[in-house]
């Protein structure tokens, strides 16, 4: 089952399966969102940032107030009105963040496009040759 994600211009579609994330240094095994949103301690401070942000932003715009005790995580992540709050609350902590060194996207992007340029380059050299033997020939 796939559900729309709030993040519609960074993510389009997140499988609804995906309920458990890794935080690196939370001692609790199972990490779900509702752990890692709601409960975890080490992003205590942080959660307290993002409630407050949430409940200030949800109380200005039309629609239900949100708040951290009768609010699902679901609904979190499917209004609007809270994703820069969550997008911030990404932004101040260490989740989804792999355990190996950071890897500069910009640069794994050019490298990638970088090869493919003279792949192509490559094939379409290969390609020239094999005219000019073809028309040498004849």
């Not at 796939?2 to 399966?17: E, K, Q």
């Not at 240094?25 to 949430?54: D, M, V």
């Not at 715009?61 to 951290?68: A, I, K, N, Q, W």
């Amino acid at each position: 089952m796939i559900m729309r994600s709030f993040f519609s211009g960074l993510v389009t579609m997140v499988p609804c399966s995906s309920r458990s994330v890794l935080v690196l240094g939370c001692q609790y095994k199972i990490q779900t969102r509702e752990h890692l949103f709601k409960n975890c301690p080490q992003w205590r401070s942080q959660q307290k940032t993002l409630w407050a942000t949430i409940l200030m932003e949800t109380r200005k715009l039309p629609g239900p107030t949100r708040r951290r005790d009768r609010t699902s995580i679901a609904e979190l992540l499917a209004d609007e009105r809270c994703s820069q709050a969550v997008l911030q609350f990404f932004a101040t902590t260490d989740v989804g963040r792999t355990s190996g060194p950071p890897v500069a996207e910009d640069d794994e992007d050019a490298a990638s496009e970088a090869s493919e340029w003279e792949a192509r380059d490559q094939a379409e050299r290969a390609w020239e040759r094999r005219e000019e033997e073809r028309l040498g020939a004849v």
